[in-house]
């Protein structure tokens, strides 16, 4: 098999359509790098990649196409107090491959750049055992996709609702969905998947990692698994693992299909990426690919001994994007996300590591400013996980324009105002789109991503359920997940038969899906919430790749109802514009004898004073559809109907009188959380009538007069 120059750029392997393939890979300090390809026998065949053009290693194979495995080995200096760790007995992983075959078997080889002798020290010693028989391999692919006119939704931002959800988790037990295809994402791209999505409402997916991932040695040793897949190893390949058509480059095509598949239902899909570390870990991690290619190039090494890694993440690494081929890799990642997978938006893992440009985090580094400045990226939707484990890495509300945050303030807040221990002046602040946070900067109420749960913590039903983690079956003694001091158990820990305590937590959970849904922002619901999931008080479930963590989908009676009231709840989001806004609320009347755009008062139905904001646990929120300065594509003005918030996070009922008949004079009762069988929906009170709230419930009213 012969091997010619080729060409530097598309870094990666890039099949040419008919005659061959041409490989290239970055390494700044390598001494000269292998291309390994491997026959469908597991037979190697190592081909010196013969030219090098700034750092970047190339060449051009004859008679290799789609469906051939590669990998490769690179020589250079073993030197790790210098940061070199290069080592070609280790089978390494093209940074840029499409696809992934296979998973690591630490049974077969040693992975690690070392014999482990249990010491701190064994990193120093240079291991000869060739790992090839342990290593996946990367996979040349066939990028070719009909897309038979399928394209991107585009839902503006002020109409978006985001559903968090994990490919595997969702379909694995799916009613309707073919046992082979459960757990893929053929499974999510069904009619029996895209049809339930459909009809819940929601305008966005937000997929936990499906770039390629790697397992945990120490997990695999107790029978783990990663299954949140926050160990990216491949950043421009699907994971193999969530594939039902195979993976010698189906998993690709399979990928496409489950995009366009959504597309065509309306519904986005957002990809939760992980670029700030890597699956290699600390200085006694895995060799796998990055380690390996050119480690002191790939990673953020501690200055004064660069053998040892800065951690920002808490993984044991932390990716070095100050490093312009590093940077390249990234952006070269997600444009191909964007552009070949028609993907409509990133939420970036731990965001606040890649804005640093040395050690502190700086809003204008090199990553954000490339971003703003790119025709494709700057298009799609971009969302910040605002922090880091880092110092001064908790950085919510100071992320540039274009970007989404997470709001963790609207997490804790909310949740704080219905424990009853709030500061209610927070949690008005959070519900009206948290100006305090992103009006200064240029940025709209849609900027706040609101959520009260997600992937990483309790489920809904967990949160009403436990306040303390039940983490055993992790394997670390319940030392992971964090301790979550914001959940409330509504007076018994954990499972229980008391009706009354039932009755509370399920009206809890109604109280936290509507103070979620209808706040202004960019509401977030975790999978599985709208119908009170449990994971058994697990609040940490990233090993569980078991009935811990997969949607439960046989649901007894009142989780139908929890589910049919999410649903009221996204119809009337979306039917009235006012839970829509693109503007900030202010409290104040565009002219003289308006109504303010939003106005708060007391249970006695008076505004609410100073005082007020800090000795209470009931107000009212009012919405004015009247003054929503919107109009539509072809000019029209787009009114929307005036709404009443009423709220009562006391342990005590209560009766609120309605407003001034200024603000209505008849109203009508859209949902009601103390009303489980809504039997109050459709009934009428007028001004200066009572309104009786149950303990810690929301009644919503709409006015009809």
């Given at each position: ?36 390809l ?39 200096p ?74 991107k ?34 499974g ?5 998947a ?24 120490h ?11 926050y ?49 290699e ?36 690494n932390?990716?070095?994007?100050v ?7 990234i ?178 959970q ?7 849904i ?14 009170g ?70 249970p ?15 107000l ?31 342990s ?10 200024r ?34 419930s ?8």
């Amino acid at each position: 098999m012969e091997i010619w120059p080729g060409q530097p750029f598309p870094i990666g392997a890039t099949w040419d359509g008919a005659d061959g393939t041409n490989f290239s890979v970055f390494s700044e300090n390598a001494e000269f790098v292998e291309l390994c390809l491997f026959d469908d026998f597991g037979v190697e065949t190592r081909l010196t990649l013969p030219e090098r053009h700034a750092y970047v290693w190339h060449g051009y194979v004859p008679g290799v196409g789609p469906g051939h495995r590669y990998g490769f080995r690179v020589s250079g200096p073993y030197d790790p107090p210098r940061g070199h760790r290069f080592n070609p007995t280790k089978l390494l992983i093209d940074p840029y491959a499409r696809a992934i075959d296979g998973h690591i078997d630490h049974t077969q080889a040693n992975v690690l750049p070392y014999v482990p002798s249990g010491t701190a020290d064994d990193d120093l010693e240079f291991d000869d055992e060739d790992d090839a028989d342990a290593m996946p391999r990367s996979v040349v692919v066939d990028t070719r996709f009909d897309w038979e006119g399928s394209t991107k939704p585009r839902h503006p931002w002020h109409d978006t609702l985001i559903y968090e959800m994990h490919v595997k988790g969702f379909t694995k037990q799916f009613p309707g969905i073919p046992e082979h295809l459960q757990g893929t994402y053929a499974g999510l791209a069904s009619d029996e998947a895209v049809g339930y999505l459909r009809d819940l409402g929601v305008t966005a997916v937000e997929l936990l990692p499906v770039h390629h991932f790697a397992d945990e040695a120490h997990l695999v040793d107790i029978g783990l698994t990663n299954y949140w897949g926050y160990s990216s190893i491949g950043f421009l390949a699907p994971h193999s693992g969530f594939a039902a058509t195979g993976t010698r480059g189906e998993q690709v095509r399979e990928f496409k299909g489950m995009v366009k598949a959504l597309h065509n239902a309306g519904i986005e899909v957002i990809l939760d990426v992980v670029y700030n570390h890597t699956a290699e870990g600390n200085h006694l991690g895995p060799m796998l690919s990055f380690r390996g290619i050119d480690n002191a190039s790939y990673y953020r090494l501690t200055p004064d001994n660069q053998r040892f890694y800065m951690d920002f993440t808490g993984t044991g690494n932390s990716l070095n994007p100050v490093h312009p081929s590093v940077l390249r890799l990234i952006m070269d990642s997600l444009r191909y996300w964007a552009t070949e997978f028609q993907i409509d938006g990133f939420r970036f893992d731990l965001a606040s590591a890649l804005a640093r440009e040395f050690y502190d985090v700086d809003r204008l580094s090199s990553f954000f400013d490339i971003i703003h400045q790119d025709p494709v990226l700057s298009q799609v939707k971009l969302i910040a996980e605002p922090w880091d484990v880092g110092p001064g890495g908790y950085q919510v509300g100071n992320f540039p324009v274009l970007w989404a945050e997470w709001n963790g303030l609207y997490r804790d807040e909310v949740r704080d105002f219905w424990r009853g221990h709030g500061h209610v002046g927070g949690f008005a602040a959070r519900l009206s789109g948290s100006s305090d946070l992103y009006k200064d900067d240029g940025r709209a109420p849609f900027s706040s991503v609101n959520f009260v749960t997600a992937h990483d913590g309790f489920t809904l039903n967990d949160l009403v359920s436990y306040d303390v983690k039940h983490n055993e079956a992790n394997g670390e003694h319940g030392r992971d997940g964090t301790t979550d001091n914001r959940s409330w158990n509504c007076g018994v820990e954990g499972p229980t038969d008391d009706p009354e305590i039932l009755a509370l937590r399920r009206r809890q959970q109604l109280n936290f899906l509507t103070t979620l849904i209808l706040a202004v922002g960019t509401p977030m619901l975790t999978a599985g919430d709208e119908f009170g999931r449990t994971q058994g008080g697990n609040n940490n479930a990233y090993c569980q790749d078991n009935e811990v963590s997969w949607l439960q989908w046989e649901h007894e009676p009142w989780q139908q109802r929890q589910l049919e009231f999410t649903k009221k709840l996204i119809a009337l989001r979306k039917k009235h514009r006012v839970f829509r806004r693109r503007d900030f609320l202010t409290g104040e009347a565009p002219r003289t004898g308006a109504l303010p755009d939003v106005w708060w008062f007391r249970p006695d139905g008076r505004r609410m004073t100073a005082n007020d904001w800090d000795h209470t646990v009931a107000l009212g929120m009012f919405l004015n559809g009247e003054e929503i300065h919107h109009r539509g594509e072809r000019g029209e003005r787009l009114m929307s109907d005036s709404f009443i918030i009423l709220m009562n996070a006391g342990s005590d009922d209560i009766g609120f009188t309605m407003p001034a008949r200024r603000y209505g004079r008849r109203w009508l009762v859209e949902l009601s959380t103390g009303d489980p069988e809504n039997g109050l929906t459709h009934s009428t009170v007028s001004t200066g009538e009572h309104v009786a709230l149950v303990s810690r419930s929301v009644v919503v009213l709409r006015r009809d007069l």
